[in-house]
């Protein structure tokens, strides 16, 4: 009786058979043991010998096996005509070990789609082996193989006689595997699910990289992509490199990572999905209309001489207390309006706490209209809670949750006006107490950079806390005192109030008399507003203000309560997070039912 022997290998396909000859090359010189080709005998009599229970069949999938047809011979009425079907029906009963090996890039095999002869194979735990990482994954091999200790059947004497050095052999086997897991400790080689230790070696690193005190977040990227040039299914790995890109402002690249981490169904945690899917829903597109971008030197109404004057709207090249700009010119009319009495008396009060020189100019008793509008619609209490709580994370004591609230912030641009006051204010007040904290550095850190994203409105509106800030941030280091300065250089750029632009949408010619009513309004209070556009079919149903990309909200809350008052129905608030405007641009779209004839008819509307 022949001796079984110990490793066969069965393949399909010419990737299959190249891979089966430099196996059976590695395997060879690991045991000293003969490696068989079953692919190679036909004699179903001696394959049925080879695959006994001290026999171990490796599987090489490649690709062609999701594609196997269904075998006319799987009803046992005739031998099947594939070849792997009769290893793996000799390897059954012959009670030989099975073991899948998925070469290079072959995704694991489906149960659903194969013919059910199959399914078995479907549900066996593959192992790597890939071109690029042999080494690594022959040495997982050979672990397998040692732990799986397999031996022939004792009971048959002659057998066991015949078979005594492929005793001595399977011993060295164990040798061997032993050798190869004090290797793989001492190199971490293997991922705890998936045998992927490089991939394991290579996160550390780049968390190592990312979270440290002074970041180095270029290594931290490549050692990210290394980890998925190891184990592409990785989401762990998919989820930290989309951080990093969002950081670079690469959101596509972004998203398509984001989508990879959450195919990963069984290593991602359920922590780390949830923050996946609400950064992917921050990221999405699909329904994002494009921007409006069209000359504007030619203008639905000319600028109004008292928003050019110089009066209201310079800027001090140094801070000075609120209230003490220049006097209103003599003789110039002021209409009677008590919110913004409200709103003076609010600002006035908040400069009071404050140690001189007082926070912005802008917001003294000769503030001009257009930075008195930027507060008059405060966001609601609950996107003020919600702010609170994403700047509660940034100071959080795990380096991740940081991580994940300041990708957030950064993708959701029309959240910049609204939380950069009380991001820059607690920073600050964090620096001068708390320097040394990792997370006041990060949080101080990624401040700078919302800075670096913020409008100019937004900026100006802000200037002295801003100053203040980025003269403390100074203690951050090189790299951020440069960082500082180049926000320095961009707000003290600003001389004069700058003025936003609304581009007015028209759906009809019959609504350019309202629309003139609304341009004049937006133009008397700052706004600069180009010619209108007949858009016709493009018009929305029902009327929009669009903000471009980080422009200024509170401004957008006092263009939707303006126009809703106007246009009859409460207009929608749109935010374009994927545009990037120089300045302050908002978007005008009158809806399509307004003034059409049997539709809303409004004060303005034709007759």
Request: aromatic share 2%; charged share 20%.
């Amino acid at each position: 009786m022949p001796v079984h022997a110990p490793i066969c290998l069965s393949h399909r396909g010419a990737a299959g058979a190249r891979a089966a000859q430099r196996l059976a090359v590695g395997l060879r010189e690991l045991f000293g043991e003969p490696v068989i080709d079953l692919v190679e005998r036909q004699d179903d009599v001696e394959v049925s010998e080879l695959l006994g229970p001290g026999s171990v069949l490796l599987v090489l999938l490649t690709p062609d096996y999701a594609d196997l047809p269904a075998d006319p011979g799987a009803d046992g009425a005739q031998a099947p005509i594939e070849p792997v079907r009769r290893h793996l029906l000799a390897a059954q009963a012959g009670r030989a070990h099975l073991q899948a090996l998925r070469i290079d890039q072959t995704p694991p095999l489906m149960a659903h789609g194969l013919p059910p002869d199959l399914v078995s194979l479907a549900a066996q735990p593959a192992l790597a082996l890939r071109q690029s990482h042999w080494g690594t994954d022959l040495a997982a091999l050979a672990t397998e193989l040692a732990t799986l200790g397999f031996l022939p059947d004792e009971r048959d004497a002659p057998l066991a006689e015949a078979s005594a050095p492929a005793s001595r052999t399977w011993r060295q086997l164990a040798g061997v595997g032993a050798l190869a897991l004090a290797i793989g400790a001492a190199t971490h080689v293997g991922l705890a699910a998936m045998d992927e230790r490089e991939a394991q070696a290579q996160m550390t690193l780049a968390q190592q990289a990312q979270f440290s005190v002074t970041p180095d977040l270029v290594a931290a990227r490549r050692a990210y992509e290394r980890a998925l040039e190891a184990a592409p299914e990785l989401g762990l790995a998919h989820v930290q490199l989309a951080h990093l890109l969002v950081r670079e402002h690469d959101l596509v690249q972004a998203r398509l990572h984001l989508s990879a981490a959450l195919r990963d169904h069984d290593g991602l945690p359920a922590a780390r999905r949830q923050e996946a899917l609400r950064l992917m829903a921050v990221l999405s597109d699909d329904d994002e209309p494009g921007a409006v971008l069209r000359p504007t030197d030619r203008l639905a109404v000319e600028p109004v001489a008292s928003v050019l004057a110089d009066g209201g709207l310079v800027i001090p090249a140094e801070p000075t207390a609120a209230g003490s700009g220049p006097a209103r010119a003599a003789g110039k009319s002021v209409r009677p309006d008590i919110e913004a009495v409200a709103a003076h008396a609010e600002r006035a009060a908040l400069a009071a706490l404050r140690p001189p020189p007082s926070s912005d100019l802008l917001f003294g008793a000769d503030a001009p209209a257009l930075a008195l509008l930027a507060s008059r619609v405060p966001a609601s209490s609950e996107l003020q809670r919600e702010l609170a709580q994403r700047l509660d994370a940034l100071y959080a004591a795990d380096p991740q949750l940081r991580w994940s609230a300041a990708s957030e912030l950064t993708v959701s641009s029309q959240l910049h006006s609204d939380v950069l006051p009380m991001a820059v204010e607690r920073a600050e007040a964090n620096l001068l107490h708390r320097a040394g904290s990792a997370a006041v550095a990060e949080a101080a850190r990624y401040t700078l950079g919302l800075l670096e994203q913020a409008s100019p409105l937004t900026l100006v509106l802000h200037r002295q806390a801003v100053l203040r800030f980025v003269d403390t941030a100074a203690v951050l280091g090189p790299e951020a005192r440069a960082q500082a300065e180049q926000v320095r250089e961009r707000i003290t750029g600003y001389t004069r109030l700058p003025q936003p632009i609304v581009y007015i949408q028209l759906a009809d010619e019959a609504q350019r008399p309202l629309a003139m009513r609304l341009a004049t309004q937006l133009a008397e209070a700052g706004w600069r507003v180009p010619e209108l556009a007949l858009v016709g079919d493009q018009a929305p149903s029902r009327t929009e203000i669009r903000s471009q990309g980080a422009s200024h909200q509170g401004l957008a809350r006092w263009m939707r309560r303006m126009s809703s008052d106007q246009v009859g129905q409460t207009a929608d608030l749109v935010h374009l997070r994927l545009a990037r405007p120089a300045g302050d641009v908002y978007e005008l779209w009158l809806d399509r039912d307004l003034c059409r004839p049997g539709a809303r008819q409004v004060d303005g509307c034709p007759g």
